[in-house]
């Protein structure tokens, strides 16, 4: 049995979903680190600030965030305020690569990341998980998309929160982060050389789990598209 699984993949995948049904299955931890990288994201937002100010510490040493198990899930809480649904906005959709892109903040949530995560099984999803935040990881997927079908996959759940976005306009939200995201200088988005592939443009969400679920628990590979 694999205690300790990572899950990489671009926005839109299905990371969140995906882990979130892997870990309940198998009984884990579940650990959305975008969650985090977001929550910081909406502070800077709040605050008028930009990722790259000169005395980035000092913000940093102002934040609080932590994630705490509710009946509906995960709880994202930022200096004592659950903003679950806050970080889920355009707003921050738009800005959260370029606040991952800082060096600083991914120091910053590095360790906070780690000592979640090793702190019992667990399924972690993120962009950098099997790369950098847990390349121990016994297990490591990295799921993918066609970008129009991720793009697709944002707008429904952006419209079921009650935002009127246009579907052209989060195609290229989801194309520039992918750009973001994979060309950044620290920790960028890739696929570790021991990963399974697993692209879930045509897959529905039961079977990518079963998929991960059956390499985990060691029945049969399970691999798709590697």
């Known amino acids: 049995m694999k205690q300790h ?5 671009p ?3 299905g990371k969140s979903t995906v882990a979130r ?3 309940k299955k198998l009984g884990y931890l579940y650990l ?3 969650a985090l990288y977001r929550a910081l994201t909406l502070h800077f937002l709040r605050k008028g600030l930009d990722p790259g100010i000169p005395n980035l510490e000092n913000v940093l040493s102002e934040v609080n965030i932590s994630l705490e198990s509710s009946g509906d899930g ?6 004592g305020e659950d903003v679950t649904v806050l970080i889920r906005s355009p707003e921050v ?7 991952a892109e800082s060096k600083g903040v991914r120091d910053f949530l590095r360790g906070i990341q780690r000592t979640l995560a090793l702190s019992k099984p667990s399924v972690v999803e993120g962009r950098d998980i099997g790369t950098v935040i847990l390349p121990e990881a016994d297990l490591k997927i990295f799921l993918t998309a066609k970008p129009e079908v ?4 944002r707008w429904l759940e952006l419209r079921a929160r009650g935002n009127t976005v246009d579907y052209k306009r989060v195609l290229k939200n989801i194309l520039e982060r992918d750009m973001i995201d994979s060309s950044r200088q620290h920790a960028p988005l890739k696929k570790a050389d021991d990963a399974v592939l697993i692209d879930t443009s ?4 039961e079977e990518v789990i079963h998929k991960i679920y059956t390499l985990a628990v060691g029945e049969g590979n399970g691999r798709c598209g590697d």
């Open 21 to 23: 049904g892997v870990a």
């Open 150 to 153: 991720r793009a697709y996959r």
């Open 32 to 34: 959305d680190t975008g």
């Open 11 to 13: 926005a839109g995948a």
């Open 202 to 205: 045509f897959l529905t969400i």
């Open 93 to 99: 959709d738009r800005m959260v690569s370029r606040v």
């Open 5 to 9: 699984i990572a899950i990489d993949g």
């Open 74 to 79: 995960t709880k994202v809480v930022l200096n």
